[in-house]
């Protein structure tokens, strides 16, 4: 009898430790579970502002609009923001275009869809293209809007108090911005992208807009603009002349790029034309490239013939690849470079004056 009671609480304490390992089972997985289901309630990237619109359309399920939301990487379960919105009675879905970013969590997504005033139905797009000046940015924006003017846009990226009250959300923009004889402040920091704005969106909604995307670009070098000797605006204002000089290829930027800091080790004038054509105010559109060759002694303190160092702010709105030249620059001994101008636009690099007068002579001469 005894080795059967001994027996019998054998197996309940193997019965009860089973039932403790299945207890901590459940529970460790109901801990994990409630961990994943709060982390997709969370932004996918908080620093991550880009503006990404979404288009519901009329019959659209909750099941077909988790799968745009998921696409488009705005969410991180298409399951469990499906289950979220059954859970919490969300169903009164807008048709239109809405725009969204990912740095938005789950409710917010979800609060903007169901908002009919949120919907950008007359949404409308401008393309910002490397190399435009913040004034050709302006007229675009104007021009496709006709809701907001051109003089608006200018007056208010040239407001010194409004920019400053932006500093805090935005930390590309800093006080080097205001230094005298600066055409324009914001010129440099008007990210190029497609940007969709609605006619009832005014002037400081279109420049956050535009900001936040600026912002995008930042972030992803914000290590690299921290680590440079130059500060983030002499880091703008170099990408500018560089996007200026080089166009799009990268392997031309980053060559560029080192040409001007090899230059400014040196204590050599840039010698860039391109801030010319901005001193004078260059017309694309009327103007060729002649117009800024003969003005090197055109008076302004963007003329980097006449100045030493970098000009007092951007000369255009340079691209990504262009401020990844920059602070990623080709390691060279270049002091020179031209482009063959009349045939296929190489362009040339040397390291004496007297090799870049040969190719001047042999590809611009003509």
């Given at each position: 009898?005894?080795?059967?009671?001994?027996?019998?609480?054998?197996?309940?304490?193997?019965?009860?430790?089973?039932?403790?390992?299945?207890?901590?089972?459940?529970?460790?997985?109901?801990?994990?579970?409630?961990?994943?289901?709060?982390?997709?309630?969370?932004p996918v990237d908080k620093s991550d502002?880009?503006?990404?619109?979404?288009?519901?359309?009329?019959?659209?399920?909750?099941?077909?609009?988790?799968?745009?939301?998921?696409?488009?990487?705005?969410?991180?379960?298409?399951?469990?923001?499906?289950?979220?919105?059954?859970?919490?009675?969300?169903?009164?879905?807008?048709?239109?275009?809405?725009?969204?970013?990912?740095?938005?969590?789950?409710?917010?997504?979800?609060?903007?869809?169901?908002?009919?005033?949120?919907?950008?139905?007359?949404?409308?797009?401008?393309?910002?293209?490397?190399?435009?000046?913040?004034?050709?940015?302006?007229?675009?924006?104007?021009?496709?809007?006709?809701?907001?003017?051109?003089?608006?846009?200018?007056?208010?990226?040239?407001?010194?108090?409004?920019?400053?009250?932006?500093?805090?959300?935005?930390?590309?923009?800093?006080?080097?911005?205001?230094?005298?004889?600066?055409?324009?402040?914001?010129?440099?920091?008007?990210?190029?992208?497609?940007?969709?704005?609605?006619?009832?969106?005014?002037?400081?909604?279109?420049?956050?807009?535009?900001?936040?995307?600026?912002?995008?670009?930042?972030?992803?070098?914000?290590?690299?603009?921290?680590?440079?000797?130059?500060?983030?605006?002499?880091?703008?204002?170099?990408?500018?002349?560089?996007?200026?000089?080089?166009?799009?290829?990268?392997?031309?930027?980053?060559?560029?790029?080192?040409?001007?800091?090899?230059?400014?080790?040196?204590?050599?004038?840039?010698?860039?034309?391109?801030?010319?054509?901005?001193?004078?105010?260059?017309?694309?559109?009327?103007?060729?490239?002649?117009?800024?060759?003969?003005?090197?002694?055109?008076?302004?303190?963007?003329?980097?013939?006449?100045?030493?160092?970098?000009?007092?702010?951007?000369?255009?709105?340079?691209?990504?690849?262009?401020?990844?030249?920059?602070?990623?620059?080709?390691?060279?001994?270049?002091?020179?470079?031209?482009?063959?101008?009349?045939?296929?636009?190489?362009?040339?690099?040397?390291?004496?004056?007297?090799?870049?007068n040969a190719l001047v002579q042999k590809y611009l001469n003509?």
């Amino acid at each position: 009898m005894a080795r059967k009671a001994r027996k019998k609480r054998k197996r309940l304490r193997r019965g009860i430790i089973v039932l403790l390992i299945v207890l901590i089972v459940f529970v460790s997985a109901g801990i994990g579970l409630k961990r994943y289901y709060d982390y997709c309630l969370e932004p996918v990237d908080k620093s991550d502002s880009t503006q990404i619109q979404i288009t519901v359309d009329q019959n659209d399920s909750l099941q077909q609009i988790t799968e745009k939301l998921k696409q488009d990487n705005l969410i991180h379960d298409r399951k469990v923001a499906y289950y979220y919105a059954r859970m919490n009675g969300i169903s009164d879905f807008y048709a239109g275009v809405f725009a969204l970013n990912r740095s938005m969590d789950l409710n917010t997504i979800f609060t903007r869809l169901t908002n009919v005033n949120a919907s950008d139905a007359d949404a409308l797009n401008v393309t910002i293209v490397e190399g435009d000046w913040a004034k050709d940015i302006a007229e675009k924006i104007s021009e496709t809007l006709g809701t907001v003017s051109y003089d608006d846009l200018m007056n208010l990226w040239n407001n010194k108090e409004w920019i400053e009250s932006e500093m805090s959300k935005y930390p590309f923009l800093t006080e080097e911005m205001f230094a005298d004889g600066t055409r324009c402040y914001l010129e440099g920091y008007l990210c190029p992208e497609t940007y969709r704005f609605t006619k009832k969106m005014s002037a400081e909604e279109i420049t956050e807009t535009i900001l936040d995307q600026t912002l995008a670009v930042y972030n992803q070098y914000k290590d690299q603009f921290a680590a440079s000797k130059y500060s983030i605006h002499q880091l703008y204002t170099l990408a500018s002349i560089v996007q200026y000089e080089g166009g799009s290829d990268e392997e031309v930027l980053r060559n560029i790029a080192s040409v001007f800091y090899n230059r400014l080790d040196q204590n050599m004038p840039l010698g860039s034309s391109v801030t010319v054509c901005y001193a004078i105010d260059y017309d694309k559109d009327v103007d060729n490239w002649q117009s800024c060759e003969v003005n090197t002694d055109f008076e302004s303190p963007y003329n980097t013939y006449l100045h030493t160092g970098l000009p007092p702010g951007p000369i255009q709105n340079p691209g990504i690849n262009a401020i990844a030249a920059v602070l990623n620059p080709n390691q060279t001994d270049y002091l020179y470079f031209v482009a063959d101008v009349y045939g296929d636009g190489t362009v040339y690099f040397s390291k004496t004056e007297e090799e870049h007068n040969a190719l001047v002579q042999k590809y611009l001469n003509k």
